[in-house]
């Protein structure tokens, strides 16, 4: 037994023997209200879903994720960008980070610079790998896994993004990706968020916002996934919404133990989700 598992181990018998409960590692979202109904945050083994129509956020709020866990907190993550270069995910994050806008092509007042130069450095030496490998099936992305991290480093998230790109890199269907991915979160002890699209009939109805049944592919998402979550703006819809900076994390679906569902009201605002615990 290496140190850390020794660590590991006295850490779970002081809590045990304090408050007579198992002590349960999670990854902390640090979205305000998502964390209250998580229980704290994803669990270790979990499988999270997280759907969205094409441009209602998904990746803006997986970014999100990026900044509060590797960034912020310090616990490795891993994302796996099947559509977007791994160069262009980093400017999104270094935008996020540092609250500049780099990408209106104006020149940067120096105190911008500075701004940037320091959210660079943040994101230097965060523990975070995006691998942008475009034709990523899934032995692909479980043998980077097990390449990246040794037992004595466990990620704290592992993001897919997304999932029928996966799907159409493999010969299986999208139903069997996510029990192959099911396994592999069980196998490394974390949590793995995979990206979803949906179904079109979504923008049919006169309530948009998402339900269980409209995950693109997949006829069971409930038995496959511990937590499914959607993400629903009126202004995707509505051109002159009430409140055009309003989204809504909606929990679909929560691991049985909680079994609490309900929706999140934030902020998604000049392309990012602004309600974290710091802004």
Known sequence: ????????????????????????????THFAGLDVILRRGFRKGQLIIVGGRPSMGKTAFAIGLVKQIAVEHGQPVVYFSLEGSAQRLMERILVLESGVNIE??????????????????????????????????????????????????????????????????????????????????????CPIMVLSQLDRNVDAREDHRPTLKDIRGVDDAESLADVIMFLYRDAYYDPHPEDKDKAEIIIAKNIKEINEIGTITVKFRDGHFRNCYNF
Not at 111 to 127: G, H, M
């Open 104 to 189: 209106n092509g104006e020149s940067l007042l120096m105190q911008e610079e500075l701004d940037v130069i320091k959210a660079a450095e943040r994101l230097d030496a965060a523990p975070l790998v995006i691998d942008d490998q475009p034709y990523a099936g899934f032995e692909y992305i479980r043998d980077r896994c097990k390449n990246e991290f040794t037992d004595n480093v466990t990620p704290g998230l592992i993001i897919i993004d997304y999932l029928q790109l996966m799907d159409a890199y493999s010969d299986e269907g999208v139903t069997d990706l996510l029990k192959k991915l099911k396994g592999l979160a069980e196998e490394l002890q």
């Open 1 to 28: 037994m290496n140190i850390y598992e020794t660590k590991k181990r006295s850490i779970d018998a002081a809590f045990e023997a304090i408050t007579g409960k198992q002590y349960k590692r999670v990854t902390e």
